[in-house]
């Protein structure tokens, strides 16, 4: 089966995939908006009520390593979710893909990484229960990379508060063999303040080890910074993330940006 | 600055998920009293007021009502007092925020009639 899905071309994977997108970004009708992300880099627990669809489009810019001052990564994601029951939702990226360049960067320039479908289970809810709990899983496949995704969503939300953090285990495959073998073990967490009903603003952190051959572990990296949430009277809501690198390590970027865009429908 | 930032590196990696969840935990009993007395489940003056507007209504719908509000209308944004608005802004809001949240018939009477009879009864309080 992986050699299956390998074999088709990547620009036909690529086009088809974008396509996708801009048929999704069409349907879009001016309903009344059903969800909205405080944060970029951490999960909420609720999930779309059901029925209702969402579209979701990720920009996320890394940029300026230690060893690459002129490291520049732009990572694009074109998210459709949908709410299968009022507990549990269903998530297709369509396509992920990115743009890198650098000096330190070999073969830079656009390219197509991957599709991966992902659910999220709501467990608690964040304002009525003790602690609101989600369980989310996603499987990422795209050319020479394989990946299964596991998180537990906790939050909880009092008053104008929302509190938000998120484990996470995820185990990749990549090369043509798919026998480069990574885990990463990573902790984000987030803190908003709801200032009116449209507009919120907080700060993300985010904590990373990587694992060669799910054994050898590596640097430990951190990142926090600001965000800022704006949710629109009709359908659509923007949520920016700036992130900074807390920790030392050279070969990752000392700067990132997030931006996620919704539209429901 | 590299010994604060080793000192950032421990207190990230170890300190902040804890303090996170102890925090979390320290806050839910306000949270708790917090939630019953500015949304207070529905009793007998509250069913009345309700069942002056629709004498159908029964205290289970009412309850319904309530836990919709709690839960569902807060996946996008907070708890909003619900004496913070008139009774002629929630007119208008309750219809868009239950085609938001994509209630049915049943449970936008329900939500609406929570909201509405709160309101209303918040209104004749403050004329006493």
């Not at chain 1, 899983?137 to 939050?155: N, T």
């Not at chain 1, 809501?237 to 690198?245: A, C, H, K, P």
């Not at chain 1, 030392?248 to 700067?255: A, G, L, Q, T």
């Not at chain 2, 205290?59 to 709690?70: P, T």
């Amino acid at each position: 089966m992986i050699r299956t899905m390998s074999s088709f071309s990547r620009r036909t994977r690529k086009t088809a995939s974008l396509l996708l997108a801009v048929f999704a970004f069409c349907l879009i009708a001016n309903q009344a908006s059903a969800g909205t992300r405080n944060f970029t880099y951490v999960y909420e627990t609720t999930t779309q009520p059901k029925g209702a669809w969402e579209y979701e489009q990720w920009v996320t810019w890394k940029t300026d390593k230690d060893t690459d001052p002129e490291y520049d990564r732009i990572e694009f994601r074109h998210e459709l979710e949908f709410g299968v029951t009022d507990k549990f939702q269903l998530g297709l990226y369509l396509s992920d893909w990115r743009y890198t360049d650098g000096a330190s960067v070999s073969n830079d320039g656009t390219e197509w990484r991957t599709f991966a479908i992902e659910g999220i289970y709501n467990l608690t809810n964040p304002t009525t229960d003790f602690l609101g709990s989600a369980l989310y899983g996603e499987f990422l496949f795209g050319d020479e990379k394989l990946a299964v995704e596991a998180k537990l969503l906790l939050q909880k939300k009092i008053d104008n508060w929302n509190f938000a953090y998120n484990l996470v285990y995820e185990a990749e495959w990549e090369g043509k063999d798919f026998n480069e073998e990574k885990g990463v073990f990573e902790q984000t967490f987030g803190v908003s303040y709801q200032i009116n009903p449209s507009i919120s603003v907080g700060f993300e952190g985010l904590h990373e080890i990587e694992y060669e051959d799910f054994t050898e572990a590596g640097d430990d990296v951190v990142y926090f910074g600001p965000n800022f949430a704006y949710r629109s009277k009709s359908n659509w809501w923007f949520t920016v993330t700036g992130l900074f690198q807390a920790t030392s390590v050279d070969s990752e970027p000392n700067i990132q940006t997030r931006l996620l865009v919704g539209f429901d429908f | 600055m590299r010994q604060m930032i080793h000192d950032c590196q421990l207190f990230a990696n170890r300190a902040l998920p804890t303090l996170f969840l102890v925090s979390a935990g320290l806050l839910v009993s306000a949270c708790t009293d917090n939630l019953i007395t500015r949304f207070p489940p529905p009793d007998v003056a509250l069913l009345q007021q309700a069942q002056q507007a629709d004498p159908a209504i029964t205290m289970a719908d009412l309850d319904h009502g309530r836990k919709l509000y709690l839960t569902n209308c807060t996946a996008c944004h907070s708890a909003e007092p619900i004496g913070r608005y008139s009774l002629s802004d929630w007119q208008v809001i309750l219809p868009d925020m239950s085609a938001e949240s994509k209630f049915n018939a049943k449970q936008g009477r329900d939500v609406s009639a929570y909201v509405l009879s709160y309101r209303r009864m918040l209104a004749q309080q403050s004329t006493r």
